[in-house]
């Protein structure tokens, strides 16, 4: 008697399971996690967050290896990886290694010459017609390429098609240089982020004088700051300082710093994309950063694969119905 209730039981958590992976790309489990109270969805919602961190964190492993093991350029390339959109992710990581943050430090005290190297690295000038102030970028670029034997990239190496103006290449590399001529305790500053208002602070740079009245070179145009703004800041604290001080608590063991990645991440909004609206059309909306991040893991890692039987949420929900 007790083996056909257990047959039973089984075939009703596979058509379950079934019917959640046929209905995955429609977030089908979204009425499910909306009708949870804060406890429980906090619960699963963490166990996705620790999930997709430590995914991250093997991204940050090997460009810490890549660094051999030196914690400022490991957050310098992570910089240049998180600066841009999807399309260009490599090839501003392509650039951060032909131009490492060792030299940047040695020339940040001297005006423009990050700017010249990193717009000489990354073939974008030789795209556009030349003025007084890019010639002498290009100028500038010359005796540092000589200096520490930078070889430039081709200009092709950049998707550039359908990049709003805000982010293009060329603007997010005039904001680079000013960024990374601030100071030289970066690293230590991204650690010490605890709000928004810390990570806005800290990445809300505007780019030099000359891009007031440049979206790109040679060009003029109205006046107007070219600042990264509150949205891409925050996008570069959950993708960069968020990561790296989990990573980093992880390394020094301080629970301290990992306990402060996930704070921040409660601090910080729920990012605006498809994904989001994807679950909010299925009846759950993200509070904050922290809420976001896990349902971005549950998109891209479970109902993107089918993998319902796997996931946190499918394996729950499972339980709730078999207890019906």
């Not at 979206?215 to 703004?229: V, Y």
């Not at 009846?283 to 109902?303: D, M």
Request: glycine residues 4%; neutral net charge; proline residues 3%.
């Amino acid at each position: 008697m007790g083996g056909a209730k257990d047959d039973t039981r089984e075939c009703d958590v596979r058509r379950t399971i079934e019917r959640l992976e046929a209905r995955s790309g429609e977030h089908a489990c979204g009425g499910f996690l909306a009708s949870l109270d804060d406890l429980q969805r906090t619960e699963l919602f963490t166990a996705l967050i620790f999930d997709r961190l430590e995914r991250k964190m093997r991204t940050v492993e090997a460009l810490r290896t890549e660094a051999a093991d030196n914690w400022n350029q490991t957050f310098y390339l992570l910089y240049f990886r998180t600066l841009g959109d999807r399309c260009n992710q490599e090839t501003y990581l392509e650039l951060a290694r032909r131009v490492p943050y060792k030299i940047v430090l040695r020339e940040r005290k001297v005006p423009h010459a990050v700017e010249a190297m990193l717009f000489g690295a990354s073939g974008l000038l030789d795209l556009y017609r030349n003025d007084e102030y890019t010639l002498n970028l290009r100028r500038n670029f010359e005796h540092l390429a000589a200096k520490y034997e930078i070889r430039p990239m081709e200009a092709a190496a950049w998707e550039l098609a359908e990049i709003r103006p805000a982010n293009h290449p060329v603007l997010r590399l005039a904001q680079a240089a000013e960024f990374f001529t601030q100071d030289e305790f970066i690293m230590d500053r991204a650690m010490a982020c605890r709000r928004e208002e810390d990570v806005r602070a800290l990445f809300g740079i505007e780019a030099s004088e000359y891009w007031r009245t440049h979206f790109i070179p040679g060009a003029e145009s109205d006046a107007r700051p070219k600042r990264i703004g509150a949205f891409k800041a925050n996008i570069i604290g959950i993708n960069l300082v968020v990561v790296l001080q989990f990573a980093y608590g992880s390394y020094t063991r301080s629970e301290r710093l990992r306990d402060s990645a996930l704070s921040l991440l409660e601090t910080l909004p729920a990012e605006d994309n498809r994904y989001m609206r994807e679950w909010a059309a299925a009846g759950l909306r993200p509070r904050n950063a922290f809420e976001s991040q896990a349902l971005l893991q549950l998109s891209t890692e479970y109902c993107a694969r089918h993998r319902c039987a796997e996931c946190p949420v499918g394996r729950r929900l499972v339980k709730v119905l078999a207890k019906t």
